[in-house]
């Protein structure tokens, strides 16, 4: 029987290569936070969606976790668009 493979993450699991798993985690982060701040700021999503400048249906793909929609670049956008700013951090593996 052959032994079960070992992985750090989800992401690491599911991705082809680390610079993939990378990407999905910093996409994962952005979503994680935008989605915290639409919640705390009370708004409906027509409301984030106005102010991020997407449509409502976007706004709904992104709350709902739905990662394959979105870049990293279209996540920055998001964010800054509600006065958020980005910042990378690079760590050792």
Not at 15 to 36: G, H, S, V
Not at 58 to 67: S, Y
Request: net charge positive; hydrophobic share 45%; proline share 3%.
């Amino acid at each position: 029987m052959k032994k079960p493979t070992r992985y750090a993450s989800v992401w690491d699991a599911i991705a082809d290569t680390p610079a993939e798993a990378a990407n999905l985690r910093a996409r994962a982060d952005l979503m994680r936070q935008i989605t915290l701040i639409v919640k705390e700021s009370g708004w409906t999503q027509a409301e984030a969606a106005r102010k991020c400048g997407i449509t409502q249906p976007r706004m709904n793909d992104l709350l709902r976790g739905r990662i394959s929609r979105f870049s990293l670049d279209a996540l920055v956008n998001i964010a800054t668009a509600i006065g958020r700013r980005v910042r990378a951090d690079i760590v050792a593996a």
